[in-house]
C-alpha cells in the first residue's frame, strides 16, 4: 500500500478532512497542547493504520517544545512522524534567536502537504516540497484593536486613530504603531514592509513573480471591509508586475476579536498551483477559482454619447447666476447639517442619512464647477435628477430624483407661478406611486407635502411668491417636527418600535431645511 501523510496540528479544526489535515490538538485558547495530548493524537493516527505522520507547527516555543517531545517518544514507540516548522512572518527586520513567528501562511503548508499525501507522495517527498514551500512564503499583520481573552483585559491598547503593525495571532502588539490610513495607503505599507531587503525576514518579490495571495480576517473585520483590502492588496501587486495565481479572502486563521487583516504571499509555480487547487473537504478550504486573479485587460471603451439632452444644454446669464447661489446656499446648509442628520437617523435607520445629503451636496457643487447651471426651470430640475440619481444613492436619492424629474415634466414650456404648484404635486404624485409612502408614514414626504399644500398659493392671483415660499417653508418646518410623535409607516424606521423613535424624522429635516436655504438665498437676491 502506498504511504500517506497523516498530519496533526494544534488549533486548526476546520482543516481536517480528506486532502488536508487528519488530525488536529488543541491547547488552551492561545497556549499550546500539552506533550500528552500530542501524543495521544499521533497514537490514534498511528493505530489508524497511517504510513507515517507529519507534524505541521508554528514557531512558537511552546509549540516547538511540546510537539517536539512527543515526536521523539512517538518515535520511541516505532512511529515514522516528522516535523517541518513553519515561521513566515515578515514583521521583525532582524528576528532574534527564536526566529520568525508561524502565522497565516502555515494554512497554505497545510493545503501543500494535504494535497501531496492525497496523491501518493512518500513521506520523504512531502517534508521535502514542504519545507520549501514555507522558505518562499512571507505573511504580515496589521489590526486597528487589540484582543482579549474571554474574562481577560485586551492585550494591548490602541488610540482610537492608530494602527499596529506587525502583530502576530495571540494578541501581542506589533513591530510598529502608526495613524489609521486607508485602505490602499495601509496595504502598501504592509506590502513594502514585507518586501523590504534590509528587512532580515523580507520575501523576495520581482516583477513577472507568480504568487498566491491569502487575505486573512483576524477575527472583527466586516465581509466588505475584507473585500475591499484585497482589492487594494491587488491592485498593489499588480502595480509591481506580480502575476496572481489565486487570491483567498477569509478568515483563516483569527486572533479572537481583533480588528485587523494580515496578508499571505507564496511564490508558487505550476506544481504548488496544482497543489492548492487540489479537492478537499476540509470545511475551512474556500472553493476558490481554479484561475488566475491577475486578468488585465483592455478597458471597455466608454459608449458613444446620443444627442445632448435638453436639459444638459446650459447658459450663461443673471439667470444662471442666480440659480448658482442659491444652489450654493442649499448645498453649504446640507453639509453644514451632515452630523445632525446622522444623529437623527441613528435611531431609526443606519445612521447615514446626514452623510447621504452631504454626497448629494458635494455632486451638486462638482457639477456646478463643471458647467454653468440651466436657468430654464425645467432644464434645471431635470439636471438636478440627473446628478441625484447618480451620485446621491440610497432610496433618498431615487426619491428625490422621482421628485425632480415629474416636476421638471410639469415645468415644460411653462415658468410662471402656479406652474410651480402643479410641478409640486406632479412629484409628490410621483414619490407616493413609486415610494409607497403617504403623508402621517414619517418621512420626507411630509415636509414636502405641507410645504406643497401651501404652494398652492401661487394659483391665487396677485399672491406674492416669496411670502407663499416662507409660509410653505414654517409648514414643512412644522411637519418635520411633527414627525417626532408619528409611527413610522414606511422606510427603514417602519421596523423600529414607535417607542424607540424620539426624533424627527431626518428626511423631512432635510426637506425643510432645502427649502429653508431656498427661501433665505431668494430673499438676499430680492
Known sequence: SREGLECSLHMEPGYVGK?????????????????????????????????GILLIVKNYTGDRLNFGMALERARAEGADVRMVVVGDDCAFATPGKAGRRGICGTVL??????????????????????????????????????????????SFQLAEDEMELGLGIHGEAGVRRMKVLPADKAVETMLKHMTDQSNASHLSLTPGSSVVLVVNNLGGLSCLEMGIVAGAAVRSLENRGIRIARALVGSFMTALEMAGVSLTLMLVDEELVRLIDAKTTAMAWPNILAGPVTTRREEVPAPIEGPRKLQEETGTGPGTARVERVLQRVCSTLLDMQDKLNELDRGAGDGDCGHTHARAAQAIQEWMRSRPPPAAPAQLLSALADVLLEQMGGSSGVLYGLFLTAAARSLRGRSDFPAWADAMDAGIEAMQRYGGAAPGDRTMLDSLFAATQALHSLRSPGADPLQVLAAAVQRAEAAAEATRHMEAGAGRASYIRSSRLEQPDPGAVAVAAVLGAVLRQLQLQR
Request: proline share 5%; with cysteine.
Open 19 to 51: 486532502g488536508m489535515l487528519t488530525g488536529v490538538v488543541a491547547g488552551a485558547v492561545f497556549a499550546s497542547p500539552s506533550v500528552g495530548s500530542v501524543l495521544a493524537a499521533i497514537r490514534a493516527v498511528a493505530q489508524a493504520g497511517a504510513a
Open 109 to 154: 503548508i497545510h493545503k501543500v502537504a494535504g494535497a501531496l499525501a492525497e496523491a501518493g507522495a512518500s513521506l520523504d517527498e512531502i517534508e521535502k516540497k514542504v519545507t520549501a514551500a514555507a522558505k518562499v512564503m512571507g505573511t504580515l499583520g496589521l489590526s486597528l484593536s487589540p484582543c482579549s481573552i474571554p474574562g481577560s483585559k485586551p
